[in-house]
């Protein structure tokens, strides 16, 4: 992967959403296929909170990326006729400026001196990305979870920088349910003596609180019907200790929260998870009460839910298929039948294979 | 509430359902109402994991109870008709004897030398109590919660001890997504490093682990639809510090957390939570996979489940309402459709109290 990432210089002074600026800022992104010569064909994906750039592979040799069914040639991002571009999120630990980059005016890491991030600078900084790259408006944006609201952010900003939306998992804001999840994910963060106010090294990592973090993410990503399937009661250990690992659930939780605890850098999860949670697309209604993408060009759309996600359930999907139809944008919503909840768009290969390349192939004409 | 307050002593040498055993142990319960000649007219409530004995007031000067609209005179449960026994469950910390009772032969707290607790255990000794007032069966047993699923242990223990089920909010085992979230309860308190192997005291109270554990029970008691009626987006306050509390629903967290917090034992909440997680009624099918309620003698049954219940979903009521047709019991199944999830049957009293009214009133004819 390491070959094909790119760096895009983000101007000096660039101001964040809410206030506070940064000097020096860098995203790390991909790309994939060819930029046609009237810029046209131009897709991109926005990614959910842990999520990098490195969204499928570029050589037979290289990794394998996080959507590798999804983006390639021939697949249903057919990298034969878009040109996708993909970046690490502004914010995050994968390449791109963050809290625990170096701040250029101390040589030391930001930490909480970063600016508050939301994800309309996510959004913006990719704008200004694609721009520098000659895109003078995208075919599509394709947005999974986190990714989803980002695009959303993208389209409030630069009302007509996008012709198409691919909005999966996700809605017009965090449910308050999805909120209390990320709360207590960064409470488990936070709590962490070694996280020691964003002053933690790789010697004093604040392994506890997110490996903690994590097992309450895993709650609801997928769904307790695919639970139900996945672990047998029958598969029950002799724990070692009184209350020690027993259940096949505690099991997983433990797996996945120890591969995840170095993948991701703290400060970093704690800045995109509140990001998350302030992001509210009613807020841009003017007046309050009409519909906040009343500006938004956008020529068609495709909103994908999970009728098993707990984390962004369908009736968000719905709201925003709604807002989409009420301005004039050729809006399809498409509630799978999944059981693999919020995760599904990762994992249902054939039910999302299928629709994310139905909708681009008829985007196109 | 205290001078209503009853003292059942349990037999020495009590043997708990995975070994181990106690002497001079002793259960707490109240009793509303008369017992009637022929002894016909008992109905016993199992509890949820954290209620006590409790149930309703006994006078007008008395304290409410936890199930204050289900349980008095001309209420749904009928004292002037029924005579209604309520316990605190064995291994709780309401009265009955439990891990942070004192050892009889030590003087000191049990606690993680009190024998392994199985919901049988709370049924069986809840048998013995009943046993004790001279009821030799039970004209029902009704259990919401933790409740349902010790009725379905007194049952499988004594398949002829009750013509009658009211089973509420809950089912023949716990699915994996409530034993990860009551995995991660046990986890948070464990983990303060106040809980000390269960050496702590009122002044040094496991008081972090058990407001994260009530957080994240309470991810699970209500539902995403109520949570959306409930935070209005607008409310977000400016936080004390960064990432402090700022959304709705963080406060109402911190609130209950707070509220809980010493409300509860910490080492009697770790033995009932896994006493929960332990319960497998499927386990008494013999052979495997036969109707494990197979031996069970019931009349009927009042299966009730909530459509936005997390922690014990409508699956699993329509499992146990399935195995209690098979072995021919008059089983009635209600999904109700209220939106307060699991903690339904606490508010939602207009559809319960029409359910048990009905149900109990045609049980006695």
Redesign the interface.
Known sequence: MARYLKIYSIPDSYQFHRGGQIDGGILAYETWGELNQDGSNALLILTGLSADSHAARHSESDTAGWWEYMVGSGKAIDTDQWYVICASSLGSCKGSTGPCSPNPKTGQAYR?DFPDLCLEDIANTAVLLCQSLGIKQLHGVIGPSMGGMTALALLLNHPDYARHLIHIASGM?S???S???R??Q???I??DENFNMGFYSHNSWPE?GMK?AR??G??SYRS??E??E??P?SLKKVPEH??GIE????GY?EHHANQFVHQFDPISY?YLS?AM?WF?A?AYAKPRGTNPLKSVKLVSALVIGAETD?LF?V?LQRELHHHLLEIGAQSELVITDSIQGHDAFLVDQISFDVLVRTYLTQSAV
């Open positions: 909480f804001a449910p308050p349910f909120t209390a999840i709360s207590l960064r409470e488990a936070l709590k506890e903690f097992k309450i895993m709650l307790a019907i639970w139900n996945r672990f009661r009184p209350f259940f096949p659930v505690e939780l704690l509140r949670d509210d009613h707990l359930p009736m």
